[in-house]
């Protein structure tokens, strides 16, 4: 067990390990197994207050309300905006004033939840509303888990998959981002399957390296957008830190030691990286590589003068792909609204709080 003093005051019930949680629970003066209780009315109940743990001792739960935040304080829905296609946008109190992002995406009979990894984001690719603001602080683990339980509150039941594709790049919070997957994935606490939590990349290429070495079974996606270095680098300052080069050296490694296939996100923007010529560069690139394509028609965002391609571009450049024999979907949008894309609810509040 833990020491006591381990588990830093003031921290998330939602940011501890079942067994960090037991330990928790012991230095209360309570008895260990309480926590598997304890830990049906986070996950199963999703409850906000720890009095209505209502099998659980009352000492026990005022020990653990003095110990760790309020349970709704962790992440508190302060707006919800239905889009169309039936999308669901959270805006999200953090304790210290911060916001951030958690879309709930439903397809049929499933639900998809994208979380956020940080508050705002320091890489700045031309056409994401994420950037816009620079990055103000990483989130914690129970900030990251709290978004999926959030979800679940408002869904109704278990999400079936999660992306790491709101605000932030996961592999700038690498610790914080796999304890949280994990923790997901963990059946004593949310119990969503390896294989439906995807985290995404714009080509951070240590946490790609460190990932393969993880053993575990989680979807890793790299949001590629450009078939080219010189291409990459106009949309993607991270392209001048990791070059393409260097990227898909690190993608193939991952493959051959994961034996996982890899997911490119690939944003079309009109005339810029949607042409013929594009396409086969994309196909060259991912020669031999274990792989599927994800096209996405750009999101126009205000900040960004790029423009969503004609559907029937976005369609020749589909069927480009799949000519080759390269796995590839395209992701024909709904929920074009004005907050529709990744940071643009939050980069809407900010702005109106800032200039109203
Ligand atoms: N930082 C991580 C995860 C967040 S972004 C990453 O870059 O992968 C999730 C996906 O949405 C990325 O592929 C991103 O490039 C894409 N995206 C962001 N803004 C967009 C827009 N305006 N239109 C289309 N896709 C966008």
Redesign the pocket.
């Known amino acids: 067990t833990m020491d006591a003093d381990t588990v830093e005051p003031m921290d998330s019930a939602y940011s501890l390990t079942p067994e960090e949680l037991a330990a928790a629970v012991e230095a209360c003066g309570g008895q260990a197994w309480r926590a598997t209780q304890i830990g049906q009315w986070l996950y199963g109940g999703r409850v906000e207050r720890w009095d209505a743990m209502t099998n659980v001792a009352a000492a026990l739960r005022q020990a653990l309300a003095a110990r760790l935040r309020d349970l709704d304080g962790t992440a508190r829905v302060r707006e919800a905006a239905e889009e169309g296609g039936g999308t669901t946008k959270l805006l999200l109190d953090l304790h210290d004033g911060e916001m951030i992002e958690t879309v709930i995406i439903p397809a049929r009979d499933r639900a998809t939840v994208c979380v956020s ?1 940080q508050v705002g ?1 320091a ?1 700045h ?1 031309a ?4 950037g816009l603001h620079g990055v103000t602080r990483s989130l914690a683990c129970g900030e990251i888990v709290a978004q999926a339980v959030r979800a679940a509150q408002r869904i109704g039941s278990r999400p079936d998959n999660i992306v ?7 592999f700038a919070n690498y610790d914080a981002v796999l304890k949280a997957a994990r923790l997901m994935n963990d059946p004593r606490g949310l119990g969503i399957g390896a294989r439906k939590i995807t985290i ?3 080509g951070v290429v240590p946490g790609i390296a460190r990932l393969a070495g993880e053993g575990t079974q989680f979807e890793l ?3 590629l ?1 450009a078939p080219t270095q010189a291409l990459r680098e106009k949309l993607m300052p991270v392209a001048s830190q990791w070059p393409l080069e260097a990227l898909m050296a690190a993608c193939r490694d991952y493959t051959a030691r994961t034996n996982r296939i890899i997911t490119f ?1 690939y ?1 079309l923007v009109a005339g810029f990286n949607d042409g013929p010529e594009h396409a086969r560069a994309l196909i060259a690139l991912l020669k031999g590589l274990k792989c599927r394509v994800n096209l ?6 205000a900040e ?1 003068a790029g423009k969503t391609p004609d559907p029937r571009v976005c369609e020749v450049f589909l069927a480009c792909l799949e000519r080759a024999g390269v796995n590839t979907t395209l992701r024909r949008s709904k929920g074009r609204g004005v907050n529709a ?3 643009q609810l939050r980069h809407r509040s900010l702005r109106d709080r800032n200039d109203p």
């Open positions: 990894s984001c890489f690719c056409f994401c509303a994420s790491f594709m709101g605000i932030g790049e996961p995404s990349t714009c996606s790299v949001s957008h996100e944003t996405i028609p750009l999101n126009p965002v960004f894309s990744c940071g």
